[in-house]
């Protein structure tokens, strides 16, 4: 039997169940297979002891389930555990009922793809230069090199901050993740550590409303014209929204697209579909989104409810695995095999009912745009030769290091 804290999975389905965390050493290489056989030899909903335990919803139908029914699984905790990273609640995932569709009705039309297509010009041009800076190399560190940069130069330029900002905007993203908040003992700590971060925003905001706002789309510009219930945005409600939208966007997009070329890379095949057909990019970020999970987050049950004869108490947590769900064979034929001629996926990856990801259009511009920009440059690549991929599972599965190489 496999001992707590090693990096061997627990030996039957009940341990993997009790002891499932996306932090477990155990599932930073290989959460998929483990998750495949706890949902196909255990009941639908299992415990884990973990973190203080919690229910794991392990079927597509009933995460979609949880998703559509707010009211009985409250978006109040989103993390498992759950830190109070500001001192009022993060806009809009943490509310639940009329604030949050009033919410969402403000900021939807932020983030809508007629205004995600506006800045496309933008965002196709960062994309460029990013690339163009590796390949004379014939070489890169795809990650650090390109898959957190791209999605942090289009979070600028969809916000209407100077890209300029980029090498501070991520300089306190990382701290703030790596350091600050992981050690911090309190939620005060935490609002202490993302001071810097906040006051960022805070002056992005200060300058955008300086330099004017008509005729702009940019979320700032936006924020600073419109209005919530009749009343014009506070700037601490600014910051919220920009401050959220960098920690659910910038770490995801990432992650997706260090996973897409995962995949890209072990299988020329595609490099050259992708080459031949650019119209298929489509198609092929949305499989891989489906392929490859990404998040998972909480809930809170609100009252008690019962489904497939267990019982979740009000209070109780719950971990809805979004990109798991994709990987589900009562949805999907074949789900653990990649196949670009599916038609249409289905796929949770962006979630599904009322707190769908505001940002999806967001996400899939720059995947679309990073595979056609990078294949219209380095047509074959490869793994360089004797390097491992590193992986990660967390709240954002992905890949930590990289390592590209192509005749230059």
């Not at 830190?83 to 809009?92: A, G, M, S, V």
């Not at 905001?205 to 506070?234: C, I, M, Q, Y």
């Not at 119209?279 to 409810?305: F, K, Q, W």
Request: net charge negative; glycine share 6%; charged share 25%.
């Amino acid at each position: 039997m496999a001992e707590h804290g090693t990096f061997e999975p627990p030996d039957t389905v009940e341990e993997l169940a009790s002891r499932w965390s996306v932090y477990q050493p155990w599932l930073q290489h290989d959460p998929v297979t483990p998750w495949n056989r706890m949902r196909d030899a255990s009941p639908p909903i299992v415990r884990s002891d973990e973190l203080g335990g919690y229910w794991i919803l392990t079927r597509y139908e009933d995460i979609e389930w949880a998703a559509k029914n707010p009211d009985v699984f409250s978006s109040a905790q989103i993390g498992i555990p759950h830190r109070d990273i500001f001192e009022t609640k993060q806009i809009p995932i943490q509310l639940d009922g009329d604030e949050h569709r009033m919410w969402r009705q403000t900021l939807s039309v932020l983030f809508n793809p007629a205004v995600v297509n506006h800045f496309d010009p933008l965002i196709r041009q960062a994309t460029s230069e990013a690339i163009d800076k590796v390949v004379e190399k014939g070489r890169c560190e795809f990650i650090e090199e390109i898959a957190v940069t791209l999605p942090a130069e289009t979070f600028l330029i969809t916000f209407g901050i100077g890209r300029e900002y980029l090498q501070p905007l991520l300089d306190h993203k990382t701290w703030l993740r790596k350091e600050g908040i992981p050690n911090a003992r309190t939620d005060a700590d935490i609002h202490a550590a993302n001071k810097p971060l906040w006051n960022f925003f805070r002056d992005a905001v200060d300058r955008r409303e300086a330099e004017g706002t008509e005729g702009r789309l940019d979320v700032f510009s936006r924020l600073l014209t419109t209005k919530f219930d009749d009343r014009p945005l506070t700037r601490d409600e600014m910051v919220n929204a920009a401050f959220v939208s960098m920690l659910a966007a910038l770490d995801t997009t990432t992650a997706a697209l260090g996973l897409a070329f995962l995949h890209l890379a072990e299988h020329p095949e595609v490099q050259r579909r992708v080459v031949a057909s650019p119209d298929n990019v489509p198609a092929i970020v949305e499989e891989l989104i489906r392929h490859e999970p990404v998040s998972s987050t909480g809930r809170v049950v609100t009252r008690d409810v019962e489904r497939h004869g267990v019982t979740m108490r009000a209070g109780d947590r719950v971990l809805l695995s979004w990109g798991m769900s994709g990987r589900d064979p009562d949805v999907f034929d074949r789900p653990d095999e990649v196949d670009f001629d599916r038609g249409s996926t289905r796929h949770l990856g962006f979630g599904i009912g009322p707190h769908r990801c505001l940002g999806m259009h967001v996400a899939r511009k720059v995947m679309r745009t990073a595979i056609e920009e990078w294949h219209a440059r380095v047509p074959g690549y490869r793994l360089v030769e004797g390097s491992t991929p590193v992986h990660h599972y967390s709240p954002a599965r992905g890949i930590a290091s990289l390592e590209l190489e192509w005749e230059s």
